[in-house]
């Protein structure tokens, strides 16, 4: 039996790592094809590189404005994520600890308005806000990360909230505490772990969109993804420096993910489990 | 919270973030549906055309090979990944050493965003493959997948699997370790193959996963945009356009903002039904625990 198991075991674990090569083989051919000249790659993408070369990622980092691009994604992702959770947190106590057919339609709402595709607006959308967006692009866009975003966060910690016993908001209110203390002071602290997850969901879809930023942003305040971009129309002839555009690109996340890797993993989980 | 005083309480708690719900997605849309029903063309609108909009779209013959293209990735992306995520949560759960490595492997791809993505891939496939193509003289990959529709098809499916399964499969694995262990015990005890335990008690008691997953799923393969521009770009000749992207080349390449936007909600409905139809069917097979 136990020997059944062993061979079973191994077997698994080859399988798992097959597959986890094949999943990791185009980072690899990414980063291999980064570090070569132009006629290496063009002579044959699969090999390793023979002379190595770090042109390539100088090359990518100008043309796509790299410091810039990430300073961009950086604050935009930041402050809407942070804006988020501020306002979603006290949106769903509100609506958590308010009995009222007000708070019950509204919750209804914001859960139904999940269904609704950005596609389904983005036409109208664009001829509303226009000259707001002229205005200054990069506070609209968080604006509306806000707008779009306020649903699902707000879903996420009404359950939360919903099982946090109300004797401890009545406690504290017979201390004398008013309402904005209590959510602060008690409330918030205790919805930690589905702030980590609003904070790793929100991130994620901010960092990586590209259809609401293209529709927004200029090019002086274009985010990373938009940068990368920049690679599909010349792509024919760099591939070089498309490669290592690419590789920058992904970069900061992949790190970000490293260093945060529990949170990360334990907070979709608990954000799907709702 | 305290009684009385409520209309304070809303405007500190509840006022600012409903306002800007309103605003940013409330209002638009709203006003998307209304324009369908006018001769708006993106700055003005003077008449109301009743449903010409909507039978001007479906009489549109590239937005009913759109509408089947989406069908068609949306049902066998939705399959794919699912069970490729299924795989892997049970890969990984099979209490290996190396699970927390192999977890970090399959979830990367997750990370990346669709267009990075797209552009990686679409070297893979335009240059990376006809290499060894022709290389190893192998017929498969003579031809770069992307030029073909029906191969362009599957390079789409191959990419959404790769970018999607391993955010699917931390949803499985949590759904895998939640089954009480006693539960496998008993089971064990009374001689279940793994097989069947599998069929017969781990899901069924972990049904919840493969609601969200699915719904994810479902509404990510009709919202999908970035994968395909990046990959395919809609081509050869806009056949390999999901819905998604027709509707902004139908608004913002050619100016057709009306059937853009009749397009638009054609694919909210289909969206919104599909969803509940999904969840519904997924709620019933949950077990009560």
């Known amino acids: 039996m136990s020997e059944v198991r062993g061979i079973a075991k191994k077997a698994t674990f080859i399988s798992g790592s097959i597959i986890a090569v094949a999943y990791f083989l185009p980072f690899v051919l990414v980063f291999v094809n980064a570090l070569k000249p132009k006629f290496d790659i063009l002579a044959n993408p699969l090999a390793l590189p023979k002379t190595i070369t770090w042109d390539n990622f100088n090359q990518a980092m100008t043309k796509m404005n790299f410091f810039r691009s990430l300073t961009n994604s950086v604050i935009i992702t930041v402050l809407s994520v942070g804006a988020l959770i501020l306002f979603s947190s006290m949106l769903a106590y509100y609506l958590a600890r308010t009995k009222s057919k007000f708070t019950k339609t509204t919750f209804l709402i914001l859960v139904a308005s999940m269904i609704v595709p950005f596609q389904a607006l983005m036409i109208p959308f664009m001829s509303i806000f226009a000259q707001f967006v002229s205005l200054n692009n990069r506070a609209a866009l968080i604006f509306f990360y806000i707008g779009f975003g306020v649903a699902l966060s707000t879903f996420l910690y009404h359950g939360f909230i919903s099982k946090i016993p109300m004797d401890l908001d009545e406690a504290a209110s017979m201390d004398g505490a008013n309402d904005f203390t209590i959510f602060w002071k008690i409330i918030f602290p205790m919805l930690r772990p589905v702030t980590a997850t609003v904070a790793i969901v929100n991130a994620l879809w901010i960092w990586n969109d590209f259809l609401l930023p293209r529709l927004v942003l200029t090019p002086e305040t274009q985010t990373l993804p938009l940068s990368t971009y920049l690679f599909y129309g ?41 | 919270m305290r009684t009385g005083n409520s209309w304070k309480r809303f405007f500190i708690f509840a006022a600012f973030p409903l306002a800007v719900f309103a605003i940013v997605l409330v209002f638009p849309f709203a006003q998307g549906f ?57 890969l990984v759960t099979a209490k290996l050493r190396s699970a927390n490595i192999l977890r970090t492997f399959f979830f990367v791809p997750n990370l990346i965003g669709g267009v990075v993505l797209g552009v990686i891939w ?41 970018q999607s399964s391993g955010y699917m499969m931390i949803i499985y694995i949590t759904g895998l370790i939640s089954i009480e262990q006693d539960v496998i015990e008993a089971a064990r005890v009374d001689g279940a193959s793994p097989l069947r335990m599998l069929w017969a008690i781990k899901m069924p008691l972990m049904a919840q996963a493969f609601t969200i997953s699915l719904f994810l799923t479902l509404r990510g393969g009709f919202m999908a945009y970035d994968v395909n521009l990046a990959l395919t770009g809609g081509g050869p000749y806009r056949t390999t356009e999901l819905i998604s992207m027709h509707i902004f080349q139908d608004a913002f390449a050619f100016g057709n903002f ?13 969206v919104a039904a599909a969803a509940l139809l999904q969840v519904t069917v997924s709620k019933r097979l949950e077990v009560e625990r």
Do not use: C, H
């Open chain 1, 234 to 274: 010349q792509y024919s002839t760099e591939y070089g420096q498309a490669m290592a555009g690419l590789l920058l690109a992904v970069l900061p996340i992949i790190v970000f993910y490293l260093i945060l890797q529990k949170q990360f993993i334990s907070g979709i989980s608990t954000g799907a489990v709702k």
């Open chain 2, 34 to 90: 209304y324009l369908t029903f006018t001769n708006w063309d993106g700055f003005e609108q003077t008449a109301y055309v009743g449903f010409d909009n909507y039978t001007k779209s479906f009489k549109d013959p590239v937005f009913w090979s759109t509408l089947v293209f989406t069908t068609k990735f949306v049902v066998v992306s939705l399959i794919a990944v699912n069970v490729v995520a299924f795989g892997l949560a049970l």
């Open chain 2, 258 to 270: 009306g059937t853009g936007q009749s397009k638009a909600i054609v694919m909210f409905v289909i």
């Open chain 2, 122 to 162: 679409q070297f893979i496939f335009n240059t990376a493959l006809v290499s060894i193509s022709t290389k190893f003289g192998l017929p498969f990959f003579a031809e770069s997948w992307l030029n073909q529709t029906g191969t362009a098809f599957w390079a789409l499916i191959i990419v959404t699997v790769w």
